[in-house]
């Protein structure tokens, strides 16, 4: 087993998932005003400080990925953030895109950008403490998109991202996130789904992207958040993994699914139904966001005697994605 396969395999495996704790600062500041905590970089730190310090956390969960600004700021103890979860058994992943931008000639459609240094951010990053990284490619259900060019662009990143990744010693999070934005059907989220998960599989084969080193983040098949045909549980697990085994080799160890703004215990709920059907030749869990900090995030409101209830809104979602998968 090579050193990538291992980690990969522990990210995925007993029972546990991934938390995304990546916000960049623009997003985790937006959060935090909504909750009506000003967005400080030492209220950044000690939102994450509470998430990370949430007892038991890796009972449930077996990495967290890091945005830069997290991954170089300290514990109240004085530990950093990677060194304190290297202390409680949980791997330490960074965010490394920095952020999707308007792609030339395709209105309102983004690519992913983040390649310009990322051989030796990779190699700084690890010397810090990290095992994994992420990069995430959004694709948008519209009229008229996704277009040929903004998925390939999106593949031909993930897969430079994961190259890079894996010749520097990271496990790659590979994320081609479908967004839920609209009023398309699920039917329509299967098409796009499936061909953006076909076209990445080609690049990443080009790529030369060893397929047991990473692991796979995509969207569930669902239902645009606007349509009014909302499909029921069983039929989101059904679809979801119908198309997973139409397009990602059996070589991938895991799939870690986004929530994507999925209400928390609807995001859960899909999640078991999946394991309820035939065997999958992968395992399927959790690294859902919003979806396993939210209540907490709700909780806390920048209130220090909200504190545990805050940390035990997270332990709550926690349990419930690991007993569900
Ligand atoms: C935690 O949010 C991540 C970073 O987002 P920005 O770079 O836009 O601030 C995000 O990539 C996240 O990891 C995924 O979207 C999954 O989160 P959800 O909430 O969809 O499960």
Redesign the pocket.
């Known amino acids: 087993m090579s050193a990538l396969n291992k980690i990969a395999r522990t990210m995925v495996s007993n029972r546990r998932g991934i938390l995304?704790?990546?916000?960049?600062?623009?997003?985790?500041s937006s959060r935090l005003e909504q909750v009506g905590v000003e967005p400080t970089e030492e209220n950044r730190r000690v939102y994450r400080e509470l998430i990370v310090t949430t007892p038991r956390l890796a009972d449930s969960i077996s990495g967290v990925?890091l945005?830069d600004e997290t991954f170089r700021q300290k514990l109240s103890d004085g530990r950093t953030f990677p060194q304190y979860l290297d202390d409680i058994g949980v791997l330490a992943g960074i965010?490394v895109?920095t952020?999707?931008k308007p792609l030339a000639g395709a209105p309102g459609e983004k690519v992913t950008e983040g390649l310009d240094g990322l051989r030796e951010r990779v190699a700084e990053y690890v010397r810090l403490g990290a095992t994994f990284a992420?990069w995430?490619a959004v694709i948008t259900i519209g009229e008229n998109t996704p277009t040929d060019r903004a998925v390939r662009a999106n593949v031909h990143a993930l897969a430079r991202y994961a190259g890079l990744c894996q010749e520097g010693g990271l496990v790659p999070i590979v994320?081609p996130?479908v967004l839920m934005d609209g009023a398309h059907s699920l039917t329509r989220c299967r098409e796009v789904t499936t061909f953006v998960l076909q076209v990445l599989f080609a690049e990443l084969d080009v790529m030369e992207v060893e397929l047991d080193g990473i692991v796979l983040?995509p969207?569930m098949v669902v239902a645009g958040a606007d349509s009014p045909e909302q499909p029921s549980v069983e039929e989101v697990a059904r679809a979801t993994v119908e198309t997973l085994r139409a397009t990602v080799p059996e070589s991938v160890p895991g799939i870690a699914?986004?929530?994507?703004?999925?209400r928390p215990e609807v995001?859960t709920a899909h999640l078991g139904a999946m394991q309820s059907l035939d065997p999958l030749p992968w395992e399927l869990t959790?690294?859902?966001?919003?979806?396993?900090?939210?209540p907490a995030l709700e909780t806390w409101r920048g209130d220090n005697s909200k504190w545990t209830a805050a940390q035990d809104a997270l332990s709550e979602r926690a349990v419930a994605n690991a007993a569900a998968r």
């Open positions: 995304a704790a990546d916000e960049s600062i623009g997003t985790m990925i945005a965010k895109d952020g999707a992420k995430r994320e996130e983040k969207n699914f986004l929530s994507g703004g999925q995001a959790y690294s859902f966001g919003r979806a396993l900090v939210g």
